[in-house]
């Protein structure tokens, strides 16, 4: 087993039971660490820990129960004696809609989950890791810089959580404990399936250029997220050009008048605005 400065840390990452939290876990398992999974499907979680082995752990618990999480952060600290790191990436898509169309409780459940669940899971993990001057990192997108019709729910959480994370940077830079931000483009996850086969207008994306618009690889965004975190990172990103993208985000905003004319959007934005 590859050892690092990871090795011994004891690191917990939510949404592990699938997608980049399972890639991420077996990355950090790989330099050493001791991960501890969460995530709300008990079953498939545990067999995750399983395939990991010693000195994995799994807890079945929902982002969305404040009590929960703070239950099991206590007890992961107190019987690994410690919280090095927590990673907050446990999230939903919710459906394609327009603003106009999408239901109101799938609306707020998006939000609910992609952006409560980061601020429960990092306030009641947030006690421990300070007292290790750790390192906390949160799951956001490229839809935190860009427009996303159609998601609107989605993007208004990514969005929150970056604002989220940069005033929490700040209110920890004299604790000596770090803070980043993941950004990712599409992750072939379940989450991106299930937003390509609920409107067939997304179903285009596997047809990008593979270097620009096809979806990475979980592996490839857990390798990132793994490194990240081994160096205490203040961005993450995967593919390569995502920090350029992140960069123009004030002149790209200029068009954002003109692109409901771009037809394929605009085919999107009125099939999402149809009911069901």
């Known amino acids: 087993m590859a050892t690092s400065r990871l090795n011994g840390r004891v690191i917990v990452i939510t949404g592990a039971a699938s997608g980049i939290g399972s890639a991420t876990a077996g990355r950090l398992a790989d330099r050493g660490a001791r991960v501890v999974l969460l995530d709300r499907d008990g079953e498939a979680v545990r067999r995750r820990a399983a395939e990991l082995g010693d000195p994995a752990a799994a807890f079945e618990v929902d982002v969305t129960d404040a009590d929960g999480l703070r239950r099991v952060m206590d007890e992961v600290a107190e019987r690994r004696g410690r919280i090095d ?35 429960r899971t990092v306030r009641a993990a947030l006690p421990h890791v300070r007292a290790r001057r750790g390192y906390v990192l949160m799951t956001s997108s490229i839809a935190a810089a860009i427009p996303c019709p159609t998601v609107a729910a989605y993007a208004a959480a990514k969005a929150g959580i970056e604002a989220f ?33 609920d409107r067939p207008a997304l179903a285009g994306l596997d047809r990008m250029p593979r270097r620009l618009g096809a979806p990475i690889s979980v592996e490839r965004a857990g390798a990132a997220m793994a490194a990240g975190i081994e160096h205490r990172s203040r961005t993450v990103h995967a593919p390569w050009w995502v920090p350029a993208l992140l960069a123009a985000r004030s002149p790209l905003a200029l068009a954002d008048p003109f692109a409901a004319r771009v037809p394929a959007l605009a085919r999107l934005i009125a099939d999402a605005g149809r009911p069901g």
């Open 165 to 197: 994370g940069r005033a929490l940077r700040i209110e920890l830079a004299h604790t000596g404990t770090q803070v980043g931000i993941a950004y990712f483009g599409a992750v072939d996850t379940g989450l991106v399936r299930g937003l390509m086969a």
């Open 85 to 119: 790191a927590v990673v907050a990436n446990a999230g939903v898509s919710g459906p394609v809609a327009t603003v106009a169309a999408v239901a109101p409780a799938e609306f707020e459940r998006v939000i609910e989950v992609d952006l409560l669940g980061v601020w």
